[in-house]
């Protein structure tokens, strides 16, 4: 069975740092391109950061470029999302998910991630 089980999420205060793990199981994910997503309530998903299945290439979006880092860990099937400076927008659930491409799509809305995670909530309060 083909999990990824996200994990580090909680409350945190504005300024604050939180490091979001992604663990897969039930394949091997090394050759995959993965992604971490957010939604806030009344919002639509979007995504945060990617990288690519050998960490050559990253995205961030802008709102969080500068202060959110992925990064992958290919021998221990985990991505992970270390986020500095956070700020209450940041507030949402934060997805992982996984696409059968080497490199990050181009589509941002996640259509093209083929495994997701159920979620972790980040609360930041100011």
Do not use: H
């Not at 897969?24 to 990288?51: L, N």
């Amino acid at each position: 069975q083909v999990q990824l089980v996200e994990s580090g999420g909680g409350l945190a205060q504005t300024g604050d740092s939180l490091r979001l793990s992604c663990a897969a199981s039930g394949r091997t994910f090394s050759y995959d391109a993965m992604g971490w997503f957010r939604q806030a309530p009344g919002k639509e998903r979007e995504s945060v950061a990617a990288i690519s299945w050998n960490g050559g290439n990253t995205y961030y979006a802008d709102s969080v470029k500068g202060r959110f880092t992925i990064s992958r860990d290919n021998a221990k099937n985990t991505v992970y999302l270390q986020m500095n400076s956070l700020k209450p927008e940041d507030t949402a659930v934060y997805y992982c998910a996984a696409s059968k491409t080497y490199y990050i799509p181009s589509n941002r809305q996640g259509n093209e991630y083929d495994y997701w995670g159920q979620g972790t909530q980040v609360t930041v309060s100011s």
